[in-house]
């Protein structure tokens, strides 16, 4: 069994008149309603690649033409790099990976189990553990340090990251340019310089637009400045059903497309082949108190279809995995996240793992991180499908076995007992047996778990001349980035 | 005289030492077949080797607990360590088993006896042809060092018994999956009482059908799966000594 490789063909939600569909409609609505551009750098592209572009009304008509030559210059596959090579992560429709969910505010403390404000103790430890869950492939931060100056968020963010991990890094949401600026700065100091980071980008970054169809100042630009160095760039969309979206999932998958297809015809027309990751976590509203939350089953709707627009156009998708709005490790949050983890994975999600944080993105909690974990390593399995070789069928075994005897010696049996999919933390055990192990909930398992790898997982240390010198690329950051 | 008994004594050992070297460098080699067999969980190779064993007359109690026994204890802390699973304990315990069935008749007219934790009689009771947990405790018990008596599906409270008394059983495991065969535990209970075998023996239940209640009800232990009952027929045997 190969770990990690999809086998089984992504369900569709989508026939193909509605692919179509979607995508002469998301043309139609870049060319004839145009989309607000708050980037001056992207106005510029857009104005001299020919689009129609408004400089004062900071608004651009983008043509048809010029978004499908864009997609045509997008690259279909490509790799996530990390700083261990073992650890890059094909993006190239046929494999299936796991990063995790971010950036929270807020963690439920492993001691006390209380709520609280996050610190960069938080980023380090939850990206420990990343580093110690063999199938977990990406760390995204997990929740934002408040014990740090705020503007410089990004920065420590990865700082923590690198002392804990050396899987690949991707970055949550940036606001200014700067934030790029600096954080390629620290990338190139572990990479060994610009050159050797551009041929392998140990980290991407998330581009979050702004629906209904939004190119925000900030994000934009710091998006440009990814793309200029060869980082891989999650543009990002999030449409609220019924508020920044459609009440209706197909026109918020509309919406969304649009707004990615947006932001890619701008970064290709600048930097051609710049890879980009169509990425999409929008919140459907609950109509009877206007709350939002991220797994709803429209929401879910959305999240697939776009997955499947990303596979339409063969580029990579990052989006849903195991979100919910559940504010504790219980019931819901085990089943909001089963269900929008598995259908993404159905629909043919590249990267779904998306572990660790519940309300909708914003609290940590590291029994969840693990619980989450579980779950995408148990969908992994079912993406595998059914092997239907003649050494799976083993019906040389069963004439050898009879009618009445056992598979349990038998040598297939054995030769295949590690490709059966083993828990972590699931008791398949009986009352009598689990009552005697202490009568534990899988929270109580995870929490136990999480503290283990805490206590006896040791990540790889950076070489201590480039800590060195990360150290003053945050001290610099914190001084250049407007504050 | 001395010198030349010194001489005959020379002669002898220079004589003699190569033959035993010989000897023992064969049954070093049996043993570690033995042993190699219980690992790989071969029983064709198991069965191979203990023949071997007997056809250089070797001690059968010491190639069982040498040779098998030692290998199946390194198939225990592979189990306990995570690296092998259950199939391989019992495909392990079943080459074990057929191993000794080679060398029992052996053992029998030598009137040796093999030293193990304990005789067990175990078998799924009358009615009820599941077998599958039984056959899973009665590996488990096996590897763990126990003598096992397989008395097999669909058995009668007399076979049970029966078998018990002949192996002069420290223990009898019965199963049953189904609720409506799950009286003939109770049966097997009070013919156990009337029986006249050991004061101390252990009378275990278990199989989907049983609940504690039930096995308490019987005046039974119970073992919810079969890791728990190795360990809870051990404990058992032990404080019962």
């Not at chain 1, 508020?243 to 497309?257: D, E, K, Q, R, Y």
Request: proline share 5%; net charge negative; aromatic share 6%.
């Amino acid at each position: 069994m190969m770990v990690g490789v999809r086998k089984l063909k992504p369900m569709e939600v989508l026939d193909k008149d509605a692919l179509t569909n979607i995508h002469l409609n998301s043309l139609e609505l870049l060319e004839k309603m145009g989309v607000k551009v708050f980037s001056k750098e992207a106005l510029t592209i857009l104005d001299e690649s020919g689009a129609k572009v408004d400089h004062k009304k900071q608004m651009a008509w983008i043509p048809p033409h010029l978004v499908e030559e864009a997609l045509k210059k997008a690259p279909k596959t490509f790799k996530l790099c990390a700083r261990n090579p073992k650890n890059d992560v094909e993006l190239d429709g046929n494999h299936i990976s796991c990063s995790t969910d971010g950036t929270g505010l807020t963690t439920i403390d492993l001691e006390t189990g209380e709520r609280r404000p996050s610190t960069k103790d938080d980023v380090a430890k939850s990206a420990l553990i990343v580093d110690a869950l063999k199938l977990a492939d990406l760390y995204y931060p997990t929740v934002t340090p408040l014990d740090y100056p705020k503007h410089a968020h990004v920065l420590h963010e990865y700082d923590a990251a690198l002392d804990n991990t050396q899987k690949h890094f991707v970055s949550g949401a940036t606001y200014l340019p700067e934030e790029a600026v600096y954080l390629i700065k620290m990338a190139a100091a572990v990479a060994g310089g610009l050159k050797k980071l551009r041929e392998r980008p140990i980290i991407s970054a998330v581009a979050c637009m702004m629906a209904p169809l939004i190119l925000p100042l900030g994000e934009t630009d710091a998006a440009l400045e990814f793309s200029k160095q060869g980082i891989p760039v999650v543009a990002m969309t999030m449409p609220l059903t019924g508020a920044t979206g459609p009440i209706t999932p197909a026109g918020s998958v509309l919406i969304g497309n649009a707004q990615i297809l947006g932001i890619n015809t701008v970064i290709q027309m600048k930097y051609p082949g710049a890879p980009v990751i169509y990425s999409s976590y929008p919140m459907s509203m609950e109509v009877r108190t206007g709350a939002f939350a991220v797994s709803f089953p429209e929401a879910t709707m959305v999240i697939t279809g776009h997955i499947q627009m990303a596979r339409h156009y063969g580029l990579p998708n990052y989006g849903g995995g195991t979100i919910g709005s559940a504010k504790i490790p219980d019931e819901q949050a085990a089943y909001e996240k089963a269900l929008c983890g598995l259908m993404s994975m159905l629909a043919g999600g590249d990267v779904c793992g998306t572990i660790g944080l519940l309300e909708n993105y914003t609290v940590l909690s590291y029994e969840q991180l693990l619980i989450d974990y579980e779950m995408y390593d148990m969908m992994l399995r079912l993406a595998q499908g059914i092997d239907v070789s003649e050494e799976a069928l083993a019906l040389d075994t069963i004439y050898k076995v009879g009618p009445e005897g056992h598979f349990l010696a038998e040598k297939h049996t054995l030769k295949h007992t590690k490709d059966v999919w083993m828990p972590m933390l699931t008791d398949p055990a009986p009352y009598g047996t689990w009552k005697d192990k202490g009568a534990k909930s899988v929270v109580d398992v995870a929490k136990e778990k999480a503290k283990e790898i805490l206590a006896t997982h040791k990540p790889t240390p950076l070489d201590r001349d480039v800590k060195k010198r990360l150290a003053e690329i945050i001290k610099e950051g914190e001084k250049g980035i407007p504050h | 005289m001395s010198c030349v008994g010194v001489e005959i004594l020379l002669i002898d050992s220079l004589l003699c030492y190569p033959i035993k070297v010989v000897i023992m460098q064969e049954e070093q080699t049996v043993l570690s077949k033995l042993g190699e067999a219980v690992k790989s969980f071969d029983e064709e190779a198991a069965v191979e080797a203990a023949k071997e064993a007997l056809k250089i007359e070797m001690d059968p109690l010491e190639a069982i607990e040498k040779g098998l026994t030692k290998g199946m204890r390194e198939v225990g802390d592979l189990y306990e360590r995570g690296e092998v699973f259950i199939p391989h304990l019992v495909a392990a315990a079943e080459a074990m088993s057929s191993a000794i069935e080679v060398f029992e008749p052996e053992i029998l007219a030598r009137k040796a006896k093999r030293k193990v934790l304990g005789k067990v009689v175990i078998g799924t009771v009358a009615g009820d042809i599941h077998d599958i947990g039984k056959n899973l405790v009665s590996c488990l018990l096996t590897a763990a060092g126990f003598e096992v008596h397989d008395v097999g599906k669909d058995v009668s409270t007399e076979k049970f018994i029966e078998k018990a008394k002949e192996v002069e059983a420290d223990v009898i495991g019965a199963s049953t999956l189904m609720t409506v065969t799950a009286p003939e535990q109770k049966e097997l209970a009070d013919a156990i009482a009337k029986s006249g075998l050991k004061a101390k023996l252990v009378y275990i239940v278990g199989g989907a059908a049983v609940t504690p209640q039930w096995a308490e009800e019987i005046k039974a232990v119970y073992a919810p799966d079969a890791n728990s009952a190795v360990k809870a027929i051990k404990g058992l045997l032990e404080t019962r000594k």
